[in-house]
T-cell receptor, first 112, second 119 residues
Framework: EDKVVQSPLSLVVHEGDTVTLNCSYE??????LLWYKQEKKAPTFLFML????IEKKSGRLSSILDKKELSSILNITATQTGDSAIYLC????????????FGGGTRLMVKP | GAVVSQHPSRVICKSGTSVKIECRSL??????MFWYRQFPKQSLMLMAT?????????EQGVEKDKFLINHASLTLSTLTVTSAHPEDSSFYIC???????????????FGDGTRLSIL
């Protein structure tokens, strides 16, 4: 059975701190790893990672995939209160029409 | 681009009512859409995969007769919660993948979700 595990479950930091969120996966026919940010509504797309070792960056957020270790990290530098959210990672498989298997999420709270 | 619209955003209704939720891809065609359910402080749980022009594929433990899915066109999938009860109260989210083909390596984009409350 496909499985995605995220850690930590929750994290409380202060503005300006740097955080690293972890995601590990066990998925048959793995194709890509996706990160989403969820605030009050539905998840918004952050990154899609397909190749190992290639960092994707968007502002203060960056992410990288390690296919050997079956894992990915999401880094957020100089955190702001607006970064407070649940961060979800999901493994994509071409099975069943591009299905995603989600991890349990990391709840990040950034205090002023 | 890649906008998914979900409607309604919130529903409050009495037990026994059937509720229909719509999911539309606004600027792309989606042969496959996905329906998720999310309980408070939990992650997304895939309920079913909606396939245009054919029957939906349900995940284990999801009642097909309870959660009716129709994907009548390349831009619209509907989820009907039939004879809803309080335990069906949840946050329902749909997603779709741009790129047309069901196996394209494109990220899924989510609708804003529907918060369903059954009294």
């Amino acid at each position: 059975e496909d499985k995605v595990v995220q850690s930590p479950l929750s994290l409380v930091v202060h503005e300006g701190d740097t955080v690293t969120l972890n995601c590990s996966y066990e998925v048959t026919n793995f194709r890509s790893l996706l990160w989403y940010k969820q605030e009050k509504k539905a998840p918004t797309f952050l990154f899609m990672l397909t190749s190992s070792g290639i960092e994707k960056k968007s502002g203060r957020l960056s992410s990288i995939l390690d296919k050997k270790e079956l894992s990915s990290i999401l880094n957020i530098t100089a955190t702001q209160t607006g970064d407070s959210a649940i961060y979800l990672c999901a493994a994509n498989s071409p099975n069943a029409g591009n299905m995603l298997t989600f991890g349990g999420g990391t709840r990040l709270m950034v205090k002023p | 681009g890649a906008v998914v619209s979900q409607h309604p955003s919130r529903v409050i209704c009495k037990s026994g009512t059937s509720v229909k939720i719509e999911c539309r891809s606004l600027d792309f065609q989606a042969t496959t859409m996905f329906w998720y359910r999310q309980f408070p402080k939990q992650s997304l749980m895939l309920m079913a995969t909606s396939n245009e022009g054919s029957k939906a594929t349900y995940e284990q433990g999801v009642e097909k007769d309870k959660f009716l899915i129709n994907h009548a066109s390349l831009t619209l999938s509907t989820l009907t919660v039939t004879s809803a009860h309080p335990e069906d109260s949840s946050f329902y989210i749909c997603s779709a993948t741009d790129g047309g083909a069901p196996y394209s390596n494109q990220p899924q984009h989510f609708g804003d979700g529907t918060r369903l409350s059954i009294l």
